[in-house]
């Protein structure tokens, strides 16, 4: 079993969960990082749940390989489809992004109206329904699927009038329901705040977990006594990122959003991790 000292495994389909990753960084700047992207298979939104589970599966069993302590599955999607096979198939800490998003949205809201903007499988899964009405079952939850606004992300047109056109369209029905509060139900979709709080308007707050998300980590790992006792150094000691296709494009993204440089991205062939069973990471 892995020690406090080991890291922690992020992942997502592309750059998306870089947002998450960078505010464990900074609410935990003791905890070295494994972080995958699947930049190969992107996206995950438009994919059915079997196929998210098995990416997810062939992703889990390569951060065991780097013995990581605790995974968190920085996508909703994945999140949304695999969260609770992983967390029954593994030993270790494994957290999502849905749970977080919900507490803050439901805690958040004066009018009990709450919106979800996802990919098509997030929005499709009915998730965050589920998550929400649990923290209270009276909110009504209006989800919208944004299935365009991953590739703009991933392309970089994060303040462009045509992205601006594109969140415009996906939130003319949702103007008409009064929500007080929108989730950001993609990990991709923070990075398009900016635009979503000027279509949206002041009156809507915006939720976007990653906050939560590092703080449910840092609880976990401290309960666990798994929280790293030390500082490893600096963000190229701590840091690694893997990739399963184009290096150099996630690099220079991730350089454009995180406060550091990074040195490398490693590209792996994903499919080689494939699981041979529930059992194959048993042993981590
Ligand atoms: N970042 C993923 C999420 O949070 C979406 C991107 C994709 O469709 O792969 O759902």
Known sequence: MAGSNAPVGVFDSGVGGLTVAREIMRQLPEERIVYFGDTARLPYGTKSRNTVIRFSRQIVRFLMTKEVKAIVIACNTATAFALEEIQRELRIPVIGVIDAAARVAVSVTGNNRIGVVGTTATIGSGMYEK???QYNEKVKVYGKACPLLVSLAEEGW???????????????????????????????????????????????????????????LGELLKTRGLSCGRDVGGAGEKYEFFVSDAAEKFCEFANSIL????????QINIEDFEAEGRDAFREG
Do not use: W
């Open 259 to 266: 406060p550091f440089d990074i040195e490398q991205v490693k």
């Open 158 to 216: 994060l303040h462009d009038t045509i992205t601006e056109e594109v969140v415009s369209r996906y939130l003319k029905d949702l103007r008409y329901k009064s929500i007080d509060t929108l989730i950001l139900g993609c990990t991709h979709y923070p990075l398009l705040r900016s635009t979503f709080r000027k279509i949206a308007g002041e009156d809507v707050t915006l939720v976007n977990p990653a906050y939560e998300v590092a703080m449910e």
């Open 131 to 133: 998550a929400l009405k």
